[in-house]
């Protein structure tokens, strides 16, 4: 089990940005992915990212205001960013991030993500 440590968010106003960093020790490269529940909601999928870095699905309700990043300088140890910007009230959530399976599931279990609050 790999413990993710997610970290970045807080209250911000409509327009405001953040970044949220992702840290896991995973050992080898792996891809990644960012997702967030909102209150009442099931959990999304926001951003996936390969592990050479390459972002392969951004959602569209955040696509042109959220990009997604990872640092490759040490593949033991994974960090992945997500950049956020011209933040709506909808985005308002708990942001994870996680290792994407083909099946649709999740590598591991969930680590206890990051609260983002968009609130004038």
């Known amino acids: 089990q790999v413990q993710l440590v997610e970290s970045g968010g807080g209250l911000v106003q409509p327009g405001g940005s953040l970044t949220l960093s992702c840290a896991a020790y995973t050992g080898i490269p792996v891809p990644m992915a960012w997702y967030r529940q909102a209150p009442g909601k099931q959990r999304e999928l926001v951003a996936q990212?390969?592990?050479?870095?390459?972002?392969?699905?951004?959602?569209n309700s955040v696509k042109g205001r959220f990009t997604a990043s990872r640092d490759k300088r040490d593949s033991a140890k994974t960090m992945i960013y997500l950049n956020m910007n011209n933040l709506k009230l909808e985005d308002t959530a708990v942001y994870y991030c996680n290792s994407p399976q083909t099946d649709g599931t999740t590598r591991w279990d969930w680590g206890p993500g990051t609260q983002v609050t968009v609130s004038s």
């Open positions: 990212i390969t592990s050479g870095g390459t972002v392969t699905y951004i959602a």
